[in-house]
């Protein structure tokens, strides 16, 4: 069974930088997809980016587009979230995910979360 693992988050000031790492346990990660969401406070949980794990393809939701960027590294399998020009609104709980279907499905795997705090 694969387990993910978050690690990065933290307290960081208002167009500053954290990088997110999401390690997989538990056996090589074969699936689909890779991808990151978040949940804010009183908010539910949203899609923040995807990494295609086999064709390195990536997709983001629009809010983060230009800012963030997605990526992996299937030797290690490993994949990460770089955060450059931070924003309060950018504060969450950031979750790792898998997907083993390319088309269609849920997610399968998940994260615990690891909280990013930006202040202004």
């Known amino acids: 069974q694969v387990q993910l693992i978050e690690s990065g988050g933290g307290l960081a000031q208002a167009g500053a930088s954290l990088r997110l790492s999401c390690a997989a346990s538990?056996?090589?990660?074969?699936?689909?997809?890779m991808g990151w969401f978040r949940q804010a406070s009183g908010k539910e949980r949203g899609f923040v980016a995807k990494i295609g794990w086999r064709s390195g393809s990536t997709q983001y939701t629009d809010s983060v587009k230009g800012r963030f960027a997605i990526s992996r590294d299937n030797a290690n399998n490993a994949m990460y979230l770089q955060m450059n020009s931070l924003k309060p609104e950018d504060t969450a709980v950031y979750y790792c995910?898998?997907?083993?279907?390319?088309?269609?499905?849920?997610?399968?795997?998940w994260g615990q979360g690891t909280q990013v705090t930006v202040s202004s």
């Open positions: 538990g056996g090589a990660f074969s699936g689909a997809w």
């Open positions: 995910a898998g997907k083993k279907q390319l088309l269609g499905g849920t997610w399968d795997y």
